[in-house]
């Protein structure tokens, strides 16, 4: 990988720290971590709180329908997370962007999951 790759990686990292960090409370033990594991260890901690959240929401939703409305969201979470895991797993390049590319894809389901928690609550 180039120095500039490199660079617009670093930066592209940053920028995803950096609205993490002022859009929500950072869910991690080092949110101001500066290498690898501790960049990705931050971003997996706060994916793991937002997946646990949703869970938490999709199983008081389920218990509140109908057996066809439970079925029904049963059928769009299922397909869901493999539109999330195909999204966001697309984003891993390491070949042109390093391993850092694994930042993006972490976030990625963060938003994605974040967004999903909304959906579900609102969901009748």
Same mark, same amino acid.
Not at 17 to 35: I, Y
Not at 43 to 62: G, I, P
Not at 84 to 113: I, P, Q, W
């Given at each position: 990988?180039?120095?500039?790759?490199?660079?617009?990686?670093?930066?592209?990292?940053?920028?995803?720290?950096?609205?993490?960090?002022?859009?929500?409370?950072?869910?991690?033990?080092?949110?101001?971590?500066?290498?690898?594991?501790?960049?990705?260890?931050?971003?997996?901690?706060?994916?793991?709180y937002y997946?646990?959240?949703?869970?938490?929401?999709?199983?008081?939703?389920?218990?509140?329908?109908?057996?066809?409305?439970?079925?029904?969201?049963?059928?769009? =979470?299922?397909?869901?997370?493999?539109?999330?895991?195909? =999204?966001?797993?697309?984003?891993?390049?390491?070949?042109?962007?390093?391993?850092?590319?694994?930042?993006?894809?972490?976030?990625?389901?963060?938003?994605m999951t974040?967004?999903?928690? =909304?959906?579900?609550?609102?969901?009748?």
């Amino acid at each position: 990988m180039t120095a500039i790759n490199k660079l617009l990686v670093l930066g592209f990292c940053s920028l995803l720290l950096m609205n993490t960090t002022h859009a929500d409370k950072v869910r991690c033990t080092n949110p101001n971590g500066t290498t690898f594991n501790e960049i990705s260890t931050c971003l997996y901690e706060d994916y793991q709180y937002y997946d646990k959240q949703l869970n938490v929401v999709y199983k008081k939703k389920l218990s509140s329908l109908s057996s066809y409305k439970k079925n029904k969201l049963k059928q769009s =979470e299922l397909k869901w997370i493999k539109t999330r895991d195909r =999204e966001c797993n697309a984003l891993v390049d390491e070949l042109n962007y390093g391993k850092e590319s694994h930042f993006a894809a972490t976030e990625c389901k963060t938003d994605m999951t974040k967004e999903r928690i =909304e959906f579900i609550k609102n969901y009748k």
